[in-house]
Structure formats: C-alpha cells, structure tokens
C-alpha cells in the first residue's frame, strides 16, 4: 500500500513540474537572470493627451534624474498641449533637472506635439521626429464661449452683481467689454511672449527676429519641422534607440524604466475623447478663463 501511495505521489509530482515547470522557469529568468545580463537603464515618460497639471510628470522626472543607475531619459509624446502655466513650469523644471543632475533627455513624437506639449519638449536636448507627424501651434488662446443669444431665444435672463470693472471679463452669459477684452488680450500676449522667447532661447535654430514664421500658431508635419529647426531628426523609436546609445556609455541591452499616467476607467474603456472633454471644461469655465498654450 505504501508502495501504491509513493507510486501516486511521484506521478503526482511529475505532472504538476510538467504543469508549472515552464511558469518557474520565466519567474526564475525575470528574476535573477538580468542581474548577470548588461543593460543599460533608460527611463521613459508618456505624455499623452492634455497637459492640465505638472506635479505627476514633475516627479517622475525628479526620480529618473536622480536616480544613477538611470542613464537617459527619453519623453515619448502624443499631446496638442494644454495649460499655459503647467507647459510653462515643465519647462522650467527640465531645465533645472538637466542643470542639477547632467543626463541626456530625448522627446519622440510619433504622431502630435503642438503647442504646450512643445513648449515641454524644446526644453529636452533633441527632439526625434517621425516625417508625417504634426509640430508646432505656437501660441497661446483664452476659449471664450458666447452664450447670451442663446438666453435671450429661451427668454432667460442672467446677471451679476460684482467689484471690479474687469470681475465679468470672459463670462459666457454676458457681453465682453472693450476694456475686459483687452486685459485678456494682454494676458495672452503676455504668455505669448514668454512661451516665444524661451523656445527662441533654448533652440538655436529659432530666433526671437524670425518668430512670425515657425511662432504663428502653424502646424507643420516633421520634415517640415526638421528643416526649420522645430525638430533635429527624422525618424522612428528605433531612431531613439540609436541616439541614446550614442549618447551615454552603453553596454548590453536596453532596459526601459517606463512612467505611464493613470488614466480613468471611462478614459480606459472609451480612449481619450480630449476634445469633448476640452469643451465640457469651457463650458463649466464660467467666469475664470485659462490660458492654454
């Protein structure tokens, strides 16, 4: 009988090794096998969608430049930009990372990298393009919906009771003034210049004199890009491949330290609907008005 029972157990054995043997095997490989294999770390950052707010992306670039065994950083961009402040600080803070922890970084853009989302990457060091891809749309705007037809059709009234003759300037539900126009004018002409003068700072090939003809909210695909000097190279991720061996001491394969946003179920389960989350946004703006580059 004991015979019969270690008969059944070692057949036992032998199909469950046979079972999870190949699992063990890839759990083993995973685990231990990169630490006597090369590998040169890069990190790298998804930029997708609208950029409404810097402190996610903020700390992911914290932690690739300050982390040593991170010898690149590579920010894969898919965006049409976002607000104007957000773009502005995500500048300025790569800057400083660069300044503070020397490392390359690298932007890719495979299909969209207009306005604010090129504000973010002129501050990297190159900016790899594919031909077809769209660049540019330098510029800044205050979306100003206008519904106070819309009210006077339905016979509905609306009004305020506010301080300051500049309180009401971009509120949907009334008339813009001549000088509440003009004070948002001047707050977009402003960031205009400031988003104008630090590409035109950081980019060589885009003087401040010559902004009225890659800085007028164009669009151009990437060859176009490359020739103007909106971007340095054409091509594909393996073009990025390519450039960030030749940029850090590299050995063995590459090794990708990726950061991806959190997303939310709806934007999971339906993709990003940015422009009718952009219209929503306005709709609900009210009386405070964003500028968005």
Excluded at 104 to 119: K, Q, R, T
Excluded at 192 to 215: E, H, N
Excluded at 236 to 247: G, I, P
Excluded at 249 to 255: D, N, Q
Aim: include cysteine.
């Amino acid at each position: 009988m004991n015979r019969v029972i270690r008969v059944a157990v070692f057949f036992l054995l032998v199909l469950f090794g046979i079972r999870f043997a190949p699992q063990l095997i890839n759990q083993i490989k995973k685990s231990y096998i990169p630490f006597f294999t090369k590998t040169t770390t890069i990190g790298l950052i998804k930029i997708d969608g609208k950029i409404t707010d810097f402190r996610w992306y903020r700390e992911q670039l914290k932690d690739l430049f300050t982390t040593s065994r991170v010898k690149a950083i590579v920010l894969d961009i898919s965006s049409v930009g976002g607000y104007s402040g957000s773009c502005n600080i995500l500048f300025d803070e790569i800057i400083a990372l660069k300044k503070d922890h020397p490392k390359p970084i690298v932007s890719f853009v495979e299909n969209v990298c207009a306005s604010g989302a090129y504000y973010v990457a002129a501050a990297t060091d190159q900016i790899i393009t594919s031909p077809s891809a769209m660049l540019g749309s330098i510029g800044t705007v205050i979306p100003l919906l206008h519904f106070e037809k819309l009210l006077e059709h339905v016979h509905v009234g609306y009004d305020t009771v506010s301080t300051g003759d500049y309180k009401n300037s971009g509120n949907p539900y009334m008339s813009q003034t001549v000088q509440g126009r003009a004070m948002l004018q001047e707050l977009c002409d402003g960031a205009y210049q400031q988003f104008v003068g630090d590409i035109a700072r950081v980019r060589s090939r885009l003087p401040i004199t010559s902004k009225d003809s890659w800085a007028n909210g164009r669009i151009f695909i990437g060859t176009q890009a490359v020739k103007i000097g909106l971007a340095d190279e054409l091509g594909s991720f393996s073009t990025v491949e390519a450039r960030v061996k030749k940029l850090v001491p590299f050995e063995g394969k590459i090794r990708w330290v990726v950061k991806r946003k959190p997303t939310t179920w709806f934007v999971r389960l339906f993709g990003n609907v940015e422009s009718l989350s952009t219209f929503i946004h306005a709709f609900f703006m009210r009386h405070s008005s964003q500028i968005s580059s």
